[in-house]
């Protein structure tokens, strides 16, 4: 019972991570907004590799699929290929300091933005701007906040 609560806090908190992917923001802002969901799987995947990795990342993606509207499986792919890389080395990135994870996630969080971009220019036709970059600058600066934050809830509630 103890367990099924502990992993039940990990859910939840991607399940708020959709929440913040998906609250209306005006237009301007909209395009600063990080990826959320895929942050907190970078940490889940980094802190519990056993418990959150590649199928909770197609889940957690085709949840914003659905949220967002768009093509179904192209964040539930993305997603998926992006943890693959990370819990395949998640010994290795835990290793780093925070600024330098920083900079990891920033290589991972473009290449989910250039995957994404590739797969809708396949399937729709999209042209590339510059603006698809943005999250990843916001999603590298917040980087340390949402590691510090998730790691004091994870020893807190000794979530393992």
């Given at each position: 019972?103890?367990?099924?609560?502990?992993?039940?806090?990990?859910?939840?908190?991607?399940?708020?991570?959709?929440?913040?992917?998906?609250?209306?923001?005006?237009?301007?802002v909209k395009l600063f907004r990080p990826d959320w969901p895929l942050l907190?799987?970078?940490?889940?995947?980094?802190?519990?590799?056993?418990?959150?990795?590649?199928?909770?990342?197609?889940?957690?993606?085709?949840?914003?699929?659905?949220?967002?509207?768009?093509?179904?499986?192209?964040?539930?792919?993305?997603?998926?290929?992006?943890?693959?890389?990370?819990?395949?080395?998640?010994?290795?990135?835990?290793?780093?300091?925070?600024?330098?994870?920083?900079?990891?996630?920033?290589?991972?969080?473009?290449?989910?933005?250039?995957?994404?971009?590739?797969?809708?220019?396949?399937?729709?036709?999209?042209?590339?701007?510059?603006?698809?970059?943005?999250?990843?600058?916001?999603?590298?600066?917040?980087?340390?906040?949402?590691?510090?934050?998730?790691?004091?809830i994870r020893r807190q509630f000794k979530i393992h």
């Open positions: 019972m103890e367990k099924s609560h502990r992993l039940y806090l990990v859910y939840l908190s991607l399940m708020f991570s959709l929440v913040l992917a998906v609250v209306p923001l005006p237009a301007m907190v799987l970078f940490y889940w995947a980094l802190a519990l590799p056993f418990r959150v990795s590649i199928g909770t990342a197609f889940v957690v993606g085709f949840l914003l699929d659905v949220l967002v509207g768009t093509v179904l499986g192209v964040n539930a792919l993305a997603y998926s290929v992006i943890i693959y890389f990370c819990s395949a080395h998640h010994l290795k990135i835990r290793n780093f300091s925070v600024l330098q994870q920083s900079l990891v996630i920033a290589l991972f969080l473009a290449f989910y933005h250039y995957f994404i971009f590739w797969l809708s220019h396949f399937l729709t036709g999209v042209v590339f701007t510059m603006a698809y970059l943005w999250p990843v600058v916001t999603g590298t600066a917040v980087w340390p906040w949402i590691f510090w934050l998730l790691r004091r």
